[in-house]
């Protein structure tokens, strides 16, 4: 069953229907190895094929999707190289990126990354969506590229980490590291505030790589979920 977001302004028919699979793919509405219909979606859209269509294909770029003729369209396996890689992408760039943000940054940026963290605080405190807990995590991170003035590198940075973000959504709905994340962002947010890059360089490396322990255990829990 699609879990259906709200549609932004200006947004294609095509990037709507991407974006509401990809978050149904991120989240394990759509499980790895789920067949999914384009007839199906384009019910549940009520759309022509063209954009549904369109949509596959981006999904299939991402491998969140692959299409198989005569077969159909499945739902990819988490392929661990891939998440091994955006993990390297990753902590490359935030450190590179972190001496900008150490000039770059105001006070009203430091507060509002203070409040993204009081907000997961709040969900752990009050056993809200856990969900939730994710999407901030990720908002955290593209706040301090985007003040930077570095969003299409965020972009770029989303769009190599379907793998590593299906993962770590595993491990936020377990919430292993969920105390462990946020006494990291409050880390690196001193980090910034004290210019002390060797800090950051550490928490970030550790913050990055919370969830390593835990593959053998989720390759052994969901076997079905990875290549």
Not at 185 to 208: P, R, W
Request: proline share 3%; glycine share 2%.
């Amino acid at each position: 069953m699609i879990k259906f977001i709200l549609k932004k302004a200006k947004e294609s028919n095509r990037e709507y229907v991407y974006r509401t699979l990809k978050e149904n793919i991120i989240n394990f509405s759509y499980v790895p190895g789920d067949m999914i219909s384009e007839p199906e979606i384009c019910a549940a859209f009520e759309m022509s094929r063209t954009p549904i269509r369109e949509a596959f294909i981006k999904l299939s770029e991402d491998n969140l999707v692959s299409i198989y003729p005569q077969k159909g369209t499945f739902i990819s396996k988490i392929n661990v190289a891939r998440l091994d890689e955006a993990i390297f992408m990753r902590d490359s760039l935030e450190k590179s990126v972190f001496k900008i943000a150490i000039n770059k940054l105001s006070a009203e940026d430091i507060t509002e990354l203070r409040k993204l963290v009081k907000f997961q605080e709040g969900i752990l405190e009050f056993g809200s969506d856990i969900k939730e807990f994710f999407y901030l995590d990720n908002q955290f991170h593209a706040t301090i590229f985007n003040k930077c003035g570095f969003s299409t590198i965020w972009n770029s940075i989303e769009n190599i980490s379907q793998d590593y973000n299906r993962f770590r959504f595993l491990d936020t709905i377990s919430k292993i590291n969920a105390t462990k994340v946020i006494e990291q962002h409050t880390a690196i947010i001193e980090a910034i505030e004290k210019k002390d890059e060797d800090f950051f360089n550490k928490v970030i490396s550790e913050h990055l790589r919370n969830i390593c322990p835990q593959l053998e255990i989720f390759k052994e829990k969901f076997p079905n979920y990875f290549e």
